[in-house]
């Protein structure tokens, strides 16, 4: 199974051999041996593709889940023998992962020494699949989980601003208009990020037109492009005030900005839940309560 994501991840059979230190004989002999075992073709490899077919995807994304599971299964064990130890795989949305986290992993530290913190900051739809594949323990995501294979709770309320550069026209009116709005550049986080979501929310709900679009991955980034007056964005206020960037919020009468929450996200079941993670947990709600 592991031979196999390696072939599908990398598209050749010489790459995951090379990776995996092994020959190329040995890995196609572990996908003959998959593709006689589960009776069907797992790679379509005629000369101008290399792609799993649909049967193959629907083994690549078991296999993920499998050693996942297995991973989960030796940190228990580690856990079992002693105590309060192992590895938490720890998910999170980029705003949550670079302006939040980093308190939470401070306090759990302080309390659980002996425990190892393994942190990846991806976007909200990359974590909560990284979940459900079983490759992270637990998620810090924004906005609402609508997964029925995850379970989640919110932790911390955010609001939603909008940023304009310094020198915008949009600065110089009065009275800001709807027509005002129209046709401007607005900068705006990637696919899958919880914060563009929003931000597309608003422009749907408000019919705003955009002029143009420019993506950027990461908070830091889109502030950092409406310092230099790329266009405007829709941002958490924590990023805003982390950043010490609170002139750049321009408060618009006829627009209600949003508000949403960060979330935790874990898996449904409650037995796929370590004692690590439990713990965690208990921290972040203790958090919640402290807001």
Same mark, same amino acid.
């Given at each position: 199974?592991?031979?196999? #994501?390696k072939? #599908?991840?990398?598209?050749?059979?010489?790459?995951?051999s090379?990776?995996?230190?092994?020959?190329?004989?040995?890995?196609?002999?572990?996908?003959?041996?998959?593709?006689? =075992?589960?009776?069907?073709?797992?790679?379509?490899?005629?000369?101008?593709?290399?792609?799993?077919?649909?049967?193959?995807?629907?083994?690549?994304?078991r296999a993920?889940?499998?050693?996942?599971?297995?991973?989960?299964?030796?940190?228990?064990?580690?856990?079992?023998?002693?105590?309060?130890?192992?590895?938490?795989?720890?998910?999170?949305?980029?705003?949550?992962?670079? =302006?939040?986290?980093?308190?939470?992993?401070?306090?759990?530290?302080?309390? =659980?020494?002996?425990?190892?913190?393994?942190?990846?900051?991806?976007?909200?739809e990359? #974590?909560?699949r990284?979940?459900?594949?079983?490759?992270?323990?637990?998620?810090?995501?924004?906005?609402?989980?609508?997964?029925?294979?995850?379970?989640?709770?919110?932790?911390?309320?955010? @609001?939603?601003?909008? $940023? &304009?550069?310094?020198?915008?026209?949009?600065?110089?009116k009065?009275?800001?208009?709807?027509?005002?709005?129209?046709?401007?550049?607005? &900068?705006?986080?990637? @696919?899958?990020?919880?914060?563009?979501?929003?931000?597309?929310? #608003?422009?749907?709900?408000?019919?705003?037109s955009?002029?143009?679009?420019?993506?950027?991955?990461?908070?830091?980034?889109?502030?950092?492009?409406?310092?230099?007056?790329?266009?405007?964005?829709?941002?958490?206020?924590? &990023?805003?005030?982390?950043?010490? &960037?609170?002139?750049?919020?321009?408060p618009?009468?006829?627009?209600?900005?949003?508000?949403?929450?960060?979330?935790?996200?874990?898996?449904?079941?409650?037995?796929?839940i370590?004692?690590? $993670?439990?713990?965690?947990?208990?921290?972040? @709600?203790?958090f919640?309560?402290?807001?």
């Amino acid at each position: 199974m592991q031979t196999y #994501i390696k072939v #599908i991840e990398l598209k050749s059979f010489t790459k995951a051999s090379r990776h995996l230190n092994m020959s190329q004989p040995s890995v196609s002999f572990h996908i003959r041996n998959l593709e006689e =075992y589960f009776q069907t073709t797992l790679i379509d490899r005629s000369p101008k593709r290399f792609q799993p077919t649909q049967t193959g995807e629907i083994v690549y994304e078991r296999a993920r889940q499998m050693l996942g599971i297995l991973q989960k299964a030796r940190v228990e064990v580690q856990e079992y023998h002693n105590q309060i130890r192992g590895t938490i795989r720890i998910g999170a949305s980029y705003t949550v992962g670079e =302006y939040i986290l980093p308190y939470l992993l401070k306090a759990f530290d302080e309390t =659980y020494p002996s425990v190892d913190l393994n942190v990846t900051i991806k976007n909200t739809e990359q #974590i909560n699949r990284g979940i459900l594949h079983h490759e992270l323990d637990i998620g810090l995501v924004e906005g609402k989980v609508d997964k029925k294979e995850l379970s989640s709770f919110p932790f911390k309320e955010d @609001e939603m601003v909008i $940023v &304009v550069p310094e020198f915008h026209p949009l600065r110089d009116k009065g009275e800001i208009t709807f027509d005002d709005l129209q046709s401007h550049t607005w &900068v705006s986080r990637e @696919e899958g990020s919880g914060t563009r979501a929003v931000m597309e929310s #608003i422009l749907a709900n408000y019919n705003i037109s955009p002029g143009k679009i420019i993506t950027i991955g990461s908070n830091h980034g889109v502030i950092e492009g409406v310092k230099q007056g790329l266009g405007l964005s829709v941002i958490s206020r924590t &990023v805003v005030e982390q950043s010490h &960037v609170e002139s750049l919020i321009l408060p618009i009468p006829f627009i209600k900005t949003a508000s949403r929450f960060f979330s935790c996200v874990f898996p449904v079941n409650e037995r796929e839940i370590s004692k690590n $993670v439990s713990v965690f947990i208990q921290l972040l @709600e203790n958090f919640t309560k402290e807001l």
